[in-house]
């Protein structure tokens, strides 16, 4: 298959953007990160409440890539060969045979993740970290793209068990949809007034296309100044007073490869430190555990953070230091 060029990349994610937001209005900063985590490898974590949107971002995104999709909905009484699938004995063959999961798509909604018990939950870790599955000592590749977008509400915690940090940790983006303004919300009753948006969504991009744009986001150049940028604020947060456990160096691995991605979604081939300071709250607030004293008084994760840009300093990249005079 023909090598993409940059105008074809811009296109491309300009087109999957657009395409999504037709299903999602309003929420341009939301489906952006979607995107940038989709280009980055990685997978998404959505906390929010019931009904703004949170199952139709994940079958955009879907059905606008062609890619296959697969729903789990995340109950106490799963099971994680519920997840994973079950090796069945073939009394022709004389033998088991491997019967996949729902985990084998290429984009997955984790519905209500948290309402899982944690045995279950951790039948995801080896998927989201080595795209992998392991049943009875054999292991089963996933297909390729692989994007898991699990989702958790904000109400209704009775029945629901907290993800440890080392889910946690895998995710690389942690985002809020939140509700619409009233504007979107009068335009959305008027497209769902006949049919639903998703209904119409048509494939913008083959999976084999996607793949492709994943290996040129890896290429987006990032000076060594920017490195030292994220470095500084991940060590920020495991230096910050009233955080109890601060990002690990997995968190730093994410700011770079969610920022690389958005520089790419933004139709450069360099990142820039708007790109960092941008996608540092998505790519961080999960990975931080708060104080109990801290936390008792109110502040967040994102609060935190935000004080962190406020103080590290940024670095001055200059033009000479771009990728495209480099």
Avoid: W
């Amino acid at each position: 298959m023909r090598a993409m060029t940059k105008l074809e990349f811009s296109q491309a994610t300009e087109a999957l953007i657009d395409n999504v937001e037709t299903v999602i209005i309003g929420k341009t900063e939301t489906v952006e990160l979607a995107v940038a985590t989709l280009l980055a490898g990685g997978h998404m974590l959505i906390e929010d409440v019931p009904g703004v949107g949170k199952t139709m971002l994940a079958r955009a995104l879907a059905k606008s890539l062609d890619c296959s999709f697969k729903r789990i909905q995340f109950t106490p009484d799963l099971l994680p060969a519920d997840i994973t699938g079950v090796s069945v004995f073939d009394r022709v063959a004389e033998s088991f045979k491997f019967r996949p999961g729902p985990i084998f798509a290429n984009i997955v909604l984790a519905d209500e993740i948290n309402r899982a018990t944690p045995k279950s939950q951790a039948a995801l870790l080896e998927c989201m970290e080595e795209f992998q599955v392991t049943v009875d000592g054999i292991t089963h590749q996933l297909p390729e793209p692989f994007f898991v977008m699990a989702t958790e509400n904000l109400v209704e915690y009775e029945g629901t068990y907290r993800l440890p940090e080392a889910q946690l940790d895998r995710f690389l983006a942690c985002v809020n949809l939140g509700y619409p303004r009233a504007a979107d919300e009068i335009k959305m009753l008027g497209e769902q007034a006949i049919q639903h948006p998703i209904e119409l969504v048509e494939p913008v991009l083959l999976p084999d296309q996607l793949v492709e744009l994943q290996r040129m986001v890896r290429q987006v150049h990032l000076d060594d100044s920017l490195k030292q940028y994220i470095v500084q604020l991940t060590r920020a947060t495991r230096e910050h007073p009233g955080v109890e456990l601060g990002a690990s160096p997995r968190g730093s691995i994410a700011l770079m490869r969610l920022s690389q991605a958005l520089a790419a979604v933004r139709q450069r081939n360099y990142v820039i430190p708007d790109d960092i300071k941008y996608v540092a709250p998505a790519a961080l607030r999960h990975r931080i555990v708060l104080s109990s004293g801290v936390a008792f008084q109110g502040t967040e994760a994102r609060d935190v953070i935000d004080e962190i840009l406020a103080e590290v300093a940024v670095p001055a990249v200059s033009k000479e230091d771009s990728y495209e005079t480099a």
